[in-house]
């Protein structure tokens, strides 16, 4: 297969370009060209013109108007997924039958027996998988887990987190009508709450137990421009109490059209630890700062030309080239989306149910 030999540069192929606005466009396309072992070879998108549009913008040197048929080129090493969410199986499956490593967006998958598919295909096909939980792998992130880990605030106790992003308000860009209808995938539950989810078992270790109370506030959203209204069936708001593997206990709460800083307090037996944080797009996309009692500093800010979440992605593909040369795992994959989605699964009940859910072994117990 065509990504056997990985002497050279990685040649990527990103389904989902668009010169004009996206993901790709603002994160990944500034943050591979900061990475020299990795170049933009092929890009996709729903239309050929489109495509060709952003392969001149990007510099690659093929599109497709197919994105299957991007999946499946011989010359392509990494497949890049950054459509929406219901079209990650598609193309997913193409590329690992095509013995392709992949890169692909958060959430993986619509629903957990389609995120478990994947991962199952993953594992046969035996390439190099990464799932985009560009939060819970960001720098600050990573020091938090490292400062609690060393005990520099004794035995984690008790965390409050206050989760916001601009998303899910009572209005929404035409764009992002999608992003309303919970049979997408793509809803406040599995976005601001899985990464949110994500930065907190990477602190404090993962949750056995989640209780959930979430709420729509807003059952019609008004699309700015047309004035069409929409129905809401997601959740705009999640409240959750968590216990965790590690004796700690969590309030989190993950709120919709909400714009106030992250808050991220987490109380030790010999001191306390904050994350801060804030953009209008939810924390995995800001400048985090990590304040702690007695902790050691902060290593040196990475990849300074780049905007944060440019940054946070940056960390994700360099951390897969290792990977994919070196032969080690090391990168979140999709065992950890299915283990997260699961999670999700079981928020999804408690609140649904008005009870506590116990997880063991990364499955839920019914």
């Given at each position: 297969?065509?990504?056997?030999?990985?002497?050279?540069?990685?040649?990527?192929?990103?389904?989902?370009?668009?010169?004009?606005?996206?993901?790709?466009?603002?994160?990944?396309?500034?943050?591979?060209?900061?990475?020299?072992?990795?170049?933009?070879?092929?890009?996709?998108?729903?239309?050929?013109?489109?495509?060709?549009?952003?392969?001149?913008?990007?510099?690659?040197?093929?599109?497709?108007?197919?994105?299957?048929?991007?999946?499946?080129?011989?010359?392509?090493?990494?497949?890049?997924?950054?459509?929406?969410?219901?079209?990650?199986?598609?193309?997913?499956?193409?590329?690992?039958?095509?013995?392709?490593?992949?890169?692909?967006?958060?959430?993986?998958?619509?629903?957990?027996?389609?995120?478990?598919?994947?991962?199952?295909?993953?594992?046969?096909?035996?390439?190099?998988?990464?799932?985009?939980?560009?939060?819970?792998?960001?720098?600050?992130?990573?020091?938090?887990?490292?400062?609690?880990?060393?005990?520099?605030?004794?035995?984690?106790?008790?965390?409050?987190?206050?989760?916001?992003?601009?998303?899910?308000?009572?209005?929404?860009?035409?764009?992002?009508?999608?992003?309303?209808?919970?049979?997408?995938?793509?809803?406040?539950?599995?976005?601001?709450?899985?990464?949110?989810?994500?930065?907190?078992?990477?602190?404090?270790?993962?949750?056995?137990?989640?209780?959930?109370?979430?709420?729509?506030?807003?059952?019609?959203?008004?699309?700015?421009?047309?004035?069409?209204?929409?129905?809401?069936?997601?959740?705009?708001?999640?409240?959750?109490?968590?216990?965790?593997a590690s004796g700690c206990i969590a309030n989190?709460?993950?709120?919709?059209?909400?714009?106030?800083?992250?808050?991220?307090?987490?109380?030790?037996?010999?001191?306390?630890?904050?994350?801060?944080?804030?953009?209008?797009?939810?924390?995995?996309?800001?400048?985090?700062?990590?304040?702690?009692?007695?902790?050691?500093?902060?290593?040196?800010?990475?990849?300074?030309?780049?905007?944060?979440?440019?940054?946070?992605?940056?960390?994700?593909?360099?951390?897969?080239?290792?990977?994919?040369?070196?032969?080690?795992?090391?990168?979140?994959?999709?065992?950890?989306a299915v283990r997260l989605t699961e999670l999700?699964?079981?928020?999804?009940?408690?609140?649904?149910?008005?009870?506590?859910?116990?997880?063991?072994?990364?499955?839920?117990?019914?």
């Amino acid at each position: 297969m065509a990504a056997s030999a990985h002497t050279g540069r990685l040649r990527l192929g990103i389904v989902g370009a668009n010169p004009e606005r996206g993901w790709a466009r603002d994160t990944h396309v500034p943050a591979l060209a900061a990475l020299p072992g990795l170049e933009i070879f092929a890009v996709s998108a729903r239309t050929q013109e489109i495509a060709g549009a952003a392969a001149a913008a990007f510099g690659a040197q093929r599109a497709y108007g197919d994105s299957l048929a991007l999946a499946r080129d011989p010359d392509v090493d990494i497949v890049v997924v950054t459509v929406k969410v219901p079209e990650h199986r598609a193309i997913v499956l193409a590329a690992l039958e095509a013995g392709k490593h992949i890169y692909c967006e958060w959430p993986l998958a619509v629903d957990l027996a389609e995120a478990r598919e994947l991962a199952a295909a993953a594992a046969k096909a035996g390439t190099h998988v990464a799932i985009g939980l560009q939060g819970a792998g960001s720098q600050a992130v990573e020091h938090a887990a490292q400062l609690v880990a060393s005990g520099a605030i004794g035995k984690p106790l008790r965390l409050r987190v206050i989760s916001t992003t601009a998303g899910w308000a009572a209005t929404c860009p035409p764009h992002y009508g999608y992003l309303q209808d919970r049979t997408t995938g793509a809803t406040l539950a599995s976005i601001a709450g899985g990464h949110t989810l994500a930065m907190v078992a990477a602190v404090v270790g993962p949750i056995e137990e989640v209780g959930a109370c979430n709420s729509i506030l807003n059952a019609t959203v008004t699309v700015n421009g047309s004035g069409e209204q929409i129905t809401r069936t997601c959740w705009d708001h999640m409240l959750l109490h968590t216990r965790h593997a590690s004796g700690c206990i969590a309030n989190i709460e993950i709120a919709g059209g909400d714009t106030s800083p992250l808050t991220f307090e987490l109380i030790g037996s010999a001191g306390k630890l904050t994350i801060n944080g804030q953009n209008p797009g939810g924390y995995q996309c800001a400048e985090l700062t990590v304040e702690c009692d007695g902790g050691a500093p902060e290593p040196a800010a990475e990849f300074p030309t780049l905007s944060q979440s440019a940054v946070n992605v940056a960390r994700i593909y360099r951390r897969l080239e290792s990977d994919i040369r070196s032969g080690d795992r090391t990168v979140a994959d999709f065992e950890d989306a299915v283990r997260l989605t699961e999670l999700l699964h079981a928020i999804d009940i408690a609140s649904d149910e008005g009870r506590v859910v116990a997880l063991g072994n990364g499955q839920i117990e019914s």
